[in-house]
């Protein structure tokens, strides 16, 4: 997983419940990333230079098309074109949570650390698979957190390991309705 550096506000007077997904990257850069993307022009259904990206994947003409020979709109016809390969296996893809423990320490002044984690539901995965995890942190709790900015990293810790996935400054601003 890869490191992050984020600034994360809050209120002092309200409960902190945002939702966040940890993604990771597949780690791999598709095989047609140097394909020219999709432009208005002619193309020939059997010729070299009727391939052509299109959102990521790549297509080429399509050579039944009647005529072989055409115009590209300013727009991407599907019609005129197939689809040989998905970029889907080579984007971010959601980091399963399964079986994971999440830690976030937040240097509140001098050696005191607030401690926010799944352990004491201050932190918890709403969906595992997906990444998806969120603060649970009450008002009540909020309040005991003076306004200022704090440094903190999160952990996530699986099956012994401890990765840090998050770190940065978590910016509590004072609520004025108690």
Known sequence: MARTTVTLRARSNEDWDA???FLKEAGRTAPWANVA???PGPFRASAPASVVTYGGDLYVADPDVTP???????????????RVAAVEGFEAQPY?????VLK????????SILILSTENRLLAVEDAPAGRWRFAVPAARAQTIAAG???FDLLVLQAGRRVTALEGVLVVEAGVTP
């Open 19 to 21: 939702d966040y997904v």
């Open 37 to 39: 993307p999709y432009a």
């Open 68 to 82: 072989p020979v055409w115009t590209g709109n300013t727009t991407f016809d599907p019609n005129r074109w197939v």
């Open 96 to 100: 399963d949570l399964t079986g994971c």
């Open 104 to 111: 976030m320490g937040v240097q509140t002044g001098g050696s």
């Open 149 to 151: 900015s704090y440094p």
